[in-house]
């Protein structure tokens, strides 16, 4: 099966400051998503990317997807409260079959004033 | 509605009983997902409707889960003989397309606590 591995676990940001959390898979990837969750909350959809070298962005986030890695980062520029909560990376297993989204464990997300 | 809609949004049980968890999904979402996500880790899928039928329940657990959507739209996910371990949050995601392909859109989750 399909797992993917988030760094790093947690991470502590000042305010302002540029920040990069990546999403490693051991197999192909099939489309990679990132979702944000609050403490206590559903996923909120922040980007899909699904060809290598794709790069989105979204205000102050911006997602690459390295497909020869099997890898994808996910970069926060001149970050801010708002910013802090979980990062979840997801992907598919299959080229848009029918199954849901595996998932790594998150990088928590700190913000310091 | 609005939004996926999950209730209820805590649920405090006693080990052994009989739990069921209701999913209102998006109105015109054909795709339907149950995930489990425990403290610390990230959602684990456990069944995925593509209209009424279940198109993989690979991720269920045991036989101890079972979910249904009759209708093609709310779906409920039961759990008998609840165990301890099933404490989690149960989240429930809908999308227009089925599979990896599309968006989902979750709800926020069923709180489960097994006494």
């Known amino acids: 099966s399909q797992e993917l591995e988030q760094s790093p676990q947690s991470l502590i940001v000042q305010e302002g400051k540029n920040l990069t959390i990546n999403c490693t898979s051991s197999?192909?990837?099939?489309?990679l998503y990132w979702y944000k969750q609050k403490y206590g909350e559903g996923l909120i959809f922040l980007m899909m990317?699904?060809?290598?070298?794709e790069e989105k962005s979204h205000e102050k986030i911006t997602a690459k997807l390295d497909e020869k890695k099997q890898q994808s980062s996910l970069h926060i520029t001149a970050s801010q409260p708002s910013h802090a909560g979980i990062y979840l990376c997801?992907?598919?297993?299959?080229?848009?079959?029918?199954?849901?989204?595996?998932f790594g464990k998150g990088t928590h997300l700190i913000i310091q004033p | 509605g609005a939004g996926v809609s999950q209730t209820p949004s805590n649920k405090v049980t006693e080990k052994g009983k009989y739990v069921e968890l209701r999913c209102d999904p998006i109105?015109?979402?054909?795709?339907l997902y149950w995930y489990r996500q425990s403290l610390g880790q990230g959602p684990e899928f456990l069944i995925y409707?593509?209209?009424?039928?279940?198109?993989?329940d690979s991720g269920l657990p045991n036989d101890r889960f079972f979910a249904v959507r009759p209708e093609g739209s709310v779906s409920t996910l039961k759990i008998q003989r609840t165990e301890r371990g099933d404490s989690a949050v149960y989240l429930c995601?809908?999308?227009?397309?089925?599979?990896?392909?599309?968006?989902?859109?979750f709800g926020e989750g069923s709180r489960l606590t097994v006494l």
């Open positions: 995601a809908s999308s227009r397309a089925g599979g990896a392909s599309g968006e989902l859109f």
């Open positions: 197999k192909t990837l099939y489309g």
């Open positions: 990317l699904q060809k290598g070298g």
């Open positions: 997801g992907a598919g297993t299959g080229g848009g079959g029918a199954d849901g989204l595996t």
């Open positions: 109105s015109g979402h054909t795709a």
């Open positions: 409707f593509q209209g009424t039928g279940a198109a993989d």
